[in-house]
């Protein structure tokens, strides 16, 4: 089994910066991608960014947040941030962690269980 766990939510006035953390833990799988997903109130989840763990590093951005947020990873600790700045109103979410592993052939999803991030006019 593969744990996922988000830090580093709060409430932060717009124009603030705030950093999320999510750690990895478990044995036996390794890391594909990791990535931040947000879900505000009455709004389906949404991609946030994305990074994938490899040698290429390649990120994926919301068009939303591009030059805002930037996505970075920690291999040896299986830990990736986000952090996020010029915060906006609008990015009050509860933002989610996933975790895509490999296990053997198997690929899978695993989902923090959210953190909550307000943003005050």
């Known amino acids: 089994q593969v744990q996922v766990a988000e830090s580093g939510g709060g409430l932060v006035q717009a124009g603030g910066s705030l950093r999320l953390s999510c750690a990895a833990s478990?044995?036996?799988?390794?890391?594909?991608?990791m990535g931040w997903y947000r879900q505000a109130p009455g709004k389906q989840r949404e991609l946030v960014a994305t990074i994938t763990i490899t040698r290429a590093n390649s990120t994926n951005y919301a068009d939303s947040v591009k030059g805002r947020f930037t996505i970075s990873r920690d291999n040896a600790k299986n830990m990736v941030y986000l952090q996020k700045n010029s915060l906006k109103p609008e990015d009050t979410a509860v933002y989610y962690c996933?975790?895509?592993?490999?296990?053997?052939?198997?690929?899978?999803?695993?989902w923090g269980q959210g953190t909550q991030v307000t943003v005050s006019s």
């Open positions: 478990g044995s036996g799988f390794s890391i594909n991608a």
């Open positions: 996933n975790c895509n592993v490999r296990k053997g052939w198997t690929n899978y999803s695993y």
